[in-house]
C-alpha cells in the first residue's frame, strides 16, 4: 500500500473516536466529581459539628452540665452523639472548655504548630466549665483526612499534609443559674 493511500484511508475512518475523546477527559471528570463530593461532605461533617458544640454548649451555659456533674469525656459523648459523617469520633474529636473572667481575657494558643501537628492546648484538652456569670469558650478539632487523590493538596491546613483541621466553637458567658 502506498503511504499516500494509507494516510487517507486513515483520515476517514473515525471509529474510536468517542473512546478516545471519553477516555482523555474521563480521568480528570471523575477526580473532579469525587473532590466535590469529598468537599459537600467534609462540609456536612463541619456543619453538624458545629451544631453538636452549640448543642452541648448550651448544656453548659444553662448551668445543666454544673448540675448533672458531666465529666469532660460526657461532654464530649454530648458532641459526639450529634456529629454526622464522622469516623471514630471518640478518639480522633477533641474538645477544649474553657473559662475565663471576661471576654477581654479570652486567649486561644493556635491549633497547630509550624511542622502541621496539633498542638498540645488541642492534644490535652481543658474542662473546666466555669461558675455562673464566667465567660466560657467551647472548641472542637477534627482532622479530616481527605480520601481524593491531590484535593488535600489543595485545601489541606497549616502544613497538614492531605488534611484539614475542621474547627467550631463557641463562647459565652454562662447565666446566672445559681443552686
Known sequence: MKPRLLKMRLRKCEKGTTAIEFALIAVPFFWLFMGAFEIGIMMLASYTMENAVADAARQIRTG??????????????????????????????????????????????PAVENDGTLSTSVTNPSFSTGNPMDVVVVRAYYKWKFFT???????????????????????????????
Not at 454544673?66 to 477533641?94: E, H
Not at 491531590?150 to 443559674?177: D, V
Open 64 to 109: 445543666q452540665v454544673v448540675k448533672k456533674g458531666i465529666t469532660a469525656s460526657q461532654f464530649k459523648s454530648m458532641v459526639c452523639n450529634k456529629v454526622f459523617m464522622i469516623k471514630d469520633c471518640a478518639s480522633k474529636l477533641y474538645v477544649d472548655v474553657d473559662r475565663f473572667d471576661d471576654f477581654a481575657s479570652v486567649n486561644i494558643p
Open 149 to 179: 487523590p491531590m484535593i488535600g493538596h489543595f485545601l489541606q491546613s497549616s502544613n497538614m499534609t492531605n488534611e484539614r483541621l475542621l474547627t467550631t466553637g463557641a463562647a459565652f458567658r454562662n447565666e446566672p443559674y445559681g443552686g
